[in-house]
């Protein structure tokens, strides 16, 4: 069911599936109640007023797939934050893992600054 998921939400390219496997990535050990509890609790978190106090370097990333976390609502925060780079990655949600070393790269060039 989980992998299941994976395949059609989290990547739109199945091939991706294996790492995020290896990564333990699609494991829940919440029960159905609780993990609606949990996805319902981060919903109601709303900061994007106090995100233009932000004042330390800021990098936001984005899958141009992520059905989750779409550009859109990156943009949001790139136009809020005031110091901040963008990366858009041509990935779905694990981002990190179906664009590994692009992403490894994207953080540690902007670590380095």
Do not use: M
Not at 91 to 111: G, I, M, Q
């Amino acid at each position: 069911e989980r992998r299941e998921y994976c395949i059609k939400h989290l990547t739109h390219d199945p091939k991706n599936i294996a790492s995020i496997e290896k990564s333990g990535l699609q494991k829940n050990t919440l029960d159905a109640e609780d993990e609606y509890r949990d996805l319902k609790s981060i919903t109601a978190f709303d900061f994007r007023d106090q995100l233009n106090k932000t004042d330390c370097p800021a990098l936001i990333t984005s899958g141009i797939y992520d059905p989750v976390n779409p550009p859109a609502k990156g943009e949001i925060l790139h136009k809020l934050i005031k110091n901040n780079q963008f990366s858009k990655f041509p990935s779905d949600h694990p981002l990190r893992l179906e664009c590994a070393d692009k992403y490894k790269e994207t953080v540690l060039n902007f670590l380095r600054k």
